[in-house]
């Protein structure tokens, strides 16, 4: 059974940083790219960043290009999201997700879709 399982969220004030985590387990990390949006409160899914199945692209929205950072470590089948420069409007929950690409795996898309995602973790930004 595949299974996500996001953690690390927390109040954070702005300015500060923050790293998340994905657990992953029932499937193989190798065969899939892997991807962190975002819901606030009121509004829609927002796409923030993707990493190819091979490991070689990344991908980020605008508004957090130079301050998050995705990665994974395949061995332990963890995904990464640091999150730096945080400002209260990166106010969310945060969710990890997966998606197969089959023959395309330098190809990896911020906005989905995906596949799966986990249940999600806070992250509020305030003073």
């Known amino acids: 059974q595949l299974q996500l399982v996001e953690s690390g969220g927390g109040l954070v004030q702005p300015g500060g940083s923050l790293r998340l985590s994905c657990d992953t387990s029932g499937f193989n990390l190798d065969y899939y790219s892997v991807a962190w949006f975002r819901r606030a409160p009121g509004k829609e899914r927002e796409g923030l960043s993707c990493l190819s199945t091979d490991g070689l692209r990344k991908e980020y929205e605008e508004s957090v290009k130079g301050r998050f950072t995705i990665s994974r470590d395949i061995m332990k089948n963890m995904v990464y999201l640091q999150m730096d420069r945080l400002k209260s409007e990166d106010t969310a929950v945060y969710y990890c997700?997966?998606?197969?690409?089959?023959?395309?795996?330098?190809?990896?898309?911020?906005?989905?879709?995906?596949?799966?995602w986990g249940q999600g973790t806070q992250v509020p930004v305030s003073s």
């Open positions: 997700a997966i998606k197969n690409w089959p023959g395309a795996n330098n190809f990896c898309q911020v906005s989905g879709p995906f596949d799966k």
